[in-house]
């Protein structure tokens, strides 16, 4: 019959014989020479078996080889978490199961209750002790394994990051079992995924080559992993974006009789990607038909992003009313001028949010404030201009550095919009500028008067109605 050592004599006989551990970490008590015969020094996991030898965590199977590729059980995973956690506090990877060795026990159990005893496991992994461990198993038990001064989290900002951005460990989610732990793995330095993306691959089944570099790892912080991953800040990509699909769509109405009804006709046009629109009266006059087109000019004119300021009508006997929006000195090239405000301000964009001016933590007006100043830094007052000069328009502010005020504010509500924030402009007869919503609040920006100094004015940033039309009334 085996006769079972006390605790106490155990405990007496480990005082001496553990090994000195060096600087209060595990040490290693024997060399690795080739006791492994399916082990090669080109393996992926020699250095790892190899320590795990050393350290006395494993000495193999029988038939003298490590069995790199064979699937682990869970009831052979507590076992070598549990020599782990013993050798990390005692220096003897046996003494904390030796303490629940009884007669007639299955291999893994004195291991188990050892786990057990040290709240590193409960009772979720029973009945499966004889089951292939997935790897998301082998998480759950090894988060827990040492003491948490043990596992400094190395990586902890950058894995925060990378799994945030959906970058790295993209097979794991908040629905994947015990996926804090997995996660925990990465923080500490234990496992470093695979692939270019840091995948786990949690349901999967693990090999003893797999977990002994774990394993390994949590004995010696020198084999722990520092994550070099490449997180770059997260740039929203506005490519594609064009200047129709910045408009909300509208309902064509063919006879607007109210402002409301002839900005849903315009919209209807500018979301639509056209220049003209046909609307349909009872009859029309010289000066109904004029009414009509000024109407419609001034609604153009809210969007001054889509580089419209002038219209011509043509009108029929009917009530017919065709008018043509265009940009005053343009000639032909309109199409070409708005293709190229796009891919500026695109550009623009992109920029800011590569160069960290831009965050995807940032407020609605904080993003504003950066866009406000940059208009200001890149445009000066284009005193020059005339009635029929591109100044007017944004095409003048992105590729020539010159506007008057509706070119600012076509340009600032142009880099507004590829936000998602929302504004329009406001004019009354000699200035105009934006009006917008930030973070729910209603506001008025006047980038044109903001930049009439030596330096940028803030002043006329996020200003109250109140307070705009103390600078200019409507």
């Excluded at 945030?164 to 996926?179: C, L, S, W």
Aim: charged content about 15%; some cysteine.
């Amino acid at each position: 019959m085996k006769r079972r050592v006390s605790a106490l004599t155990l405990a007496l006989c480990l005082l001496l014989t553990t090994p000195v551990l060096a600087a209060g970490r595990p040490a290693r008590v024997k060399a690795y020479d080739g006791q492994f015969s399916d082990l090669s020094t080109d393996s992926a996991f020699y250095e790892n078996v190899a320590a795990l030898y050393e350290y006395g965590l494993s000495v193999g199977k029988a038939d003298g080889t490590f069995g790199l590729r064979d699937p682990v059980t869970v009831g052979q995973l507590l076992i070598f978490t549990a020599r782990v956690r013993s050798l990390w506090l005692s220096g003897d990877p046996e003494s904390g199961a030796a303490s629940f060795q009884t007669e007639d026990q299955r291999a893994w159990e004195p291991y188990q209750l050892y786990l057990q005893a040290e709240g590193v496991i409960g009772a979720e992994l029973d009945g499966l002790y004889t089951s292939a461990a997935t790897r998301a198993q082998v998480a759950h038990v090894l988060a827990s394994a040492l003491p948490e001064d043990a596992l400094p989290l190395i990586n902890d900002d950058l894995v925060t990051q990378g799994y945030a951005a959906r970058r790295y460990i993209t097979d794991v989610t908040e629905y994947t079992p015990y996926y804090q732990d997995i996660l925990f793995l990465y923080r500490a330095g234990i496992s470093q995924g695979s692939g270019a993306d840091g995948a786990f691959y949690p349901q999967q089944s693990i090999t003893r080559g797999a977990l002994a570099a774990m394993l390994t790892r949590m004995a010696d912080p020198a084999l722990r992993i520092t994550l070099t991953w490449t997180v770059e800040p997260e740039v929203p990509s506005a490519a594609g974006t064009t200047l129709s699909s910045l408009v909300p769509a509208g309902t064509y109405i063919a006879s607007p009789a109210t402002a409301d009804e002839m900005d849903e006709s315009i919209r209807y046009m500018l979301s639509s990607g056209q220049s003209t629109l046909t609307l349909q009266y009872d009859s029309l006059s010289p000066v109904t038909a004029r009414k009509a087109m000024e109407q419609a000019l001034a609604t153009v004119k809210t969007y001054c992003e889509q580089c419209y300021n002038t219209v011509s009508c043509t009108y029929g006997a009917d009530g017919t009313l065709r008018l043509t929006f265009s940009a005053a000195n343009s000639g032909g090239n309109l199409s070409a001028y708005r293709e190229e405000t796009m891919a500026a301000a695109l550009a623009v964009h992109d920029q800011l949010w590569e160069d960290g001016l831009l965050t995807a933590d940032m407020t609605e007006r904080e993003k504003a404030r950066v866009y406000y100043t940059w208009v200001c830094d890149n445009c000066v007052y284009d005193y020059g201009a005339s009635d029929n000069s591109l100044s007017h328009i944004p095409y003048s502010l992105f590729t020539r550095g010159t506007a008057v005020c509706d070119g600012y504010t076509g340009a600032y509500n142009l880099l507004l919009k590829l936000e998602g924030i929302q504004c329009t402009a406001l004019a009354n007869d000699e200035h105009i500028w934006t009006v917008a919503t930030l973070d729910g609040t209603h506001v008025h920006i006047d980038t044109t008067w903001a930049d009439s100094g030596s330096t940028i004015d803030y002043t006329y940033f996020a200003m109250t109605p109140s307070q705009s039309w103390s600078h200019h009334s409507w």
